[in-house]
């Protein structure tokens, strides 16, 4: 068969092994990490789905090497503790018996141990060590590493490296970046010794070298250990690009695969996790230059999601190798589908944090558009029912299209019914923002799903009881969404008036001077867009803080780009009535005031369509209720509900 991404495709051998193409899982922690450490069974499967899904390699993280000086809630290896090894064990075998290499990410968050701990205030309790004695942003103070501890901490690295190959792992990699502890080693920000670990570049690298030296001794020649650094830290203080070079080069005659990210948890979440905001593969070009100067494969990382863009960073010469992590947690099988010319079927990830919020606030995953995330142990494969029956779903949004592609791999009768003209729901309205188009195209790779499914998918049809009772359906899943929150306030219906769902219809209506009324995520998102439009934007809110409906890890940087693109911000205002020259608000003392603005931008929220939900609910044996009809709330709620309802019939 002749392959659409063939370098994509191509097998690569890195030291002594063989990986069966060049799309690897890049490191991503587990959730069921036990009390002592262990992986747990829910987290042994999370892996394995990607190696199922057919990446080259799957990438373990993080195992912590020196919990006495690094007492973080991640996992250890050791052969005292009763699973440890049985654990990295069983988890290698699940990545492995699918053709993938199962990797091991070595760690020392140094200085930021307890940065994943849910509970913040145990970060306290910890012995926070690095390379130079100071004290941490949060107020933490910060040891110095004596050399006998580093010492100690270096054969710890090789010892955890050679259980992890007695286990089954095939690769190690390195953990030398995002401002963990060989980073801070690395980084003259982080690093004022005067010993032979500071100064000169020579010594600044010298930690690491005997990290790589020590993981060689236990592993031995030709088992590949990759190297993962950040090409430039990317903030003032830190190295740059060009030191990023040179760091690579004394470090390469001792690794089999360099592995090249950008920036710092620290100073740029964002930037070592690029958000919707940024061009996917930004961080790209750190390794292109990187390439240019050492003789080991490299690879890359950063927003990747789209095989063509992969394709080309590999054919280009840019990388050897392309890690995504997110981009499979929203879709597996992403690699499968390219390797068997399917890539219109891939799931595409929309960079919203869901994924990464949820670790942090709950210690569990879960992804906005794959409901199996986090939950693998239930079951991956959708299982056929034993007694196929008719099925109706009563609305074409990504609940609905997701209830209805389950339900026909189930091989029930499909059919789908949409009052308007198009599948897509509340996603059609993101196709006019540039940074949420992935939400858009979401909407038409379900609907290309559902047909391939075999959905019998009807547009312009309105459900009623009557509709309903005329199928004689045996399961009616309704996912009728919700509908815009218009107040009665007056001149909110006027002319100048665009409600934000019917932005991508009415864009021409939109004037140079815009006021976003609403300020939470739908308003805020609204006016990011028409300030990179260069249009003067005014967002007014309420309440006295800006998108409380946002993800843990999205708002801060959602944040931070209201205030990069110097949009008017009105906490505290409420809207009394809407005028030609913009809106009047009461400020919390009851003043009021004229924002001005020539458009409105109507962003107050959803409502549940329940009027339509009551009249339908009693019309078929099974009854769902899915998504926005029930609250108003995401896409992940309603693909998750709209998955569960299919297999509960």
């Known amino acids: 068969m002749q392959k659409k991404y063939p370098n994509l495709c ?8 063989n990986f069966r193409n060049r799309m690897f899982s890049a490191p991503m922690g587990g959730t069921d990490i036990t009390a002592d450490c262990t992986i747990g ?58 053709g993938a290499i199962a990797s091991v990410e070595l760690s020392h968050s140094g200085q930021y141990a307890g940065t ?29 590493l004596t050399e006998e501890i580093i010492a100690d901490i270096v054969a710890a690295y090789g010892k955890c490296a050679g259980l992890a190959k007695r286990a089954g792992f095939e690769m190690i990699m390195i953990h030398c970046g995002h401002g963990w502890l060989i980073n801070q080693f690395l980084s003259p920000f982080f690093n004022s010794r005067t010993d032979k670990y500071g100064g000169s570049l020579e010594n600044r690298v010298r930690f690491a070298q005997e990290v790589v030296d020590s993981v060689r001794k236990e592993v031995g020649p030709g088992f590949p250990i990759e190297l993962r650094m950040s090409g430039s830290e990317l903030f003032e203080g ?11 080069k004394l470090l390469e005659s001792r690794i089999d695969l360099l592995h090249v990210s950008a920036g710092t948890y620290q100073k740029g979440f964002s930037v070592t996790h690029p958000s919707m905001f940024v ?17 080991v494969p490299v690879a890359t990382l950063g927003g990747l999601n789209d ?68 939950r693998e142990l239930d ?36 059919i789908l019914c949409e009052k308007s003209d198009q599948l897509g729901g509340i996603l059609k309205s993101e196709q006019a923002l540039s940074f949420k188009y992935e939400m858009y195209e979401l909407g038409v790779t379900l609907g290309k799903l559902a047909k391939d499914a075999g959905v019998e998918i009807r547009l312009n049809t309105t459900v009623t009881k009557e509709y309903v009772e005329k199928e004689n359906v045996d399961a009616l899943i309704i996912a009728v969404g919700s509908e815009p929150l218009v107040p009665p306030i007056p001149g909110l219906k006027g002319e100048n008036v665009v409600v934000v769902n019917n932005y991508y219809l009415e864009k021409d209506k939109v004037s140079n001077d815009v006021i976003v009324f609403g300020g939470g995520l739908a308003g805020c998102e609204a006016a990011i867009h ?10 007014v809110e309420m309440r006295t803080e800006l998108a409380p409906d946002a993800n843990i890890r999205h708002r801060p940087i959602l944040l931070t780009e209201i205030e990069n693109n110097n949009i008017q911000v009105h906490t505290g205002y409420k809207g009394l009535r809407i005028t030609d020259e913009g809106i009047v608000c009461a400020d919390e003392a009851g003043k009021e005031h004229l924002v001005p603005g020539t458009t409105v931008i109507c962003a107050l929220g959803q409502s549940a369509r329940r009027n339509v939900v009551e009249d339908l609910v009693d019309c078929a044996p099974y009854v769902a209720q899915i998504g926005d009809c029930v609250r108003a709330s995401t896409i992940t709620t309603a693909i998750y509900q709209g998955y569960h309802a299919a297999l509960d019939i």
């Not at 309790?125 to 942003?137: C, D, I, K, T, Y």
């Not at 830190?238 to 690579?248: C, F, H, T």
């Not at 028409?530 to 967002?539: F, I, P, Q, S, Y």
């Open 10 to 17: 191509k097998p690569i051998k890195i030291g002594n092994v």
């Open 41 to 98: 069974r829910a987290s042994t499967a999370f892996y394995e789905l990607r190696g199922k899904g057919g990446a080259g390699a799957v990438t373990v993280s993080e195992l912590v090497v020196h919990p006495e000086t690094e007492g973080s809630h991640m996992y250890h290896l050791d052969l005292h503790t009763v699973g440890a090894l049985s654990s990295f064990t069983y988890t290698a075998d699940a990545i492995r018996r699918h």
């Open 116 to 144: 994943y701990l849910t509970d913040k205030d145990k970060k306290s309790g910890l012995s926070q060590w690095g390379p130079s004695a100071g004290v941490r942003p949060d107020g933490l103070e910060v040891k110095e």
């Open 238 to 248: 830190g190295y740059d690009l060009a030191e990023g070079v040179e760091i690579a």
């Open 279 to 295: 061009p996917h593969g930004c961080n790209v070009y750190l390794a292109a230059e990187i390439k240019k100067h050492v003789s």
């Open 307 to 374: 095989p063509a863009m992969m394709e080309e960073i590999i054919a280009s010469g840019k990388a050897d190798v392309v890690y995504m992590a997110r981009a499979l947690l929203a879709d597996p099988e992403l690699p499968r589908k390219v390797m068997s010319n399917r890539d219109e079927d891939i799931i595409k990830c929309l960079r919203c944090f869901t994924c990464m919020a949820e670790r942090a606030v709950t210690s569990t995953r879960r992804c906005t558009v794959n409901p199996l995330i986090g």
């Open 379 to 414: 079951g991956v494969e959708v299982v056929p029912s034993s007694r196929p029956c008719k099925v109706l779903v009563a609305g074409g949004g990504p609940g609905g299209m997701k209830a209805a592609i389950t339900a026909a791999q189930r091989g029930h009768k499909v």
């Open 530 to 539: 028409l300030a990179k439009e260069c249009k003067n934007v005014h967002l």
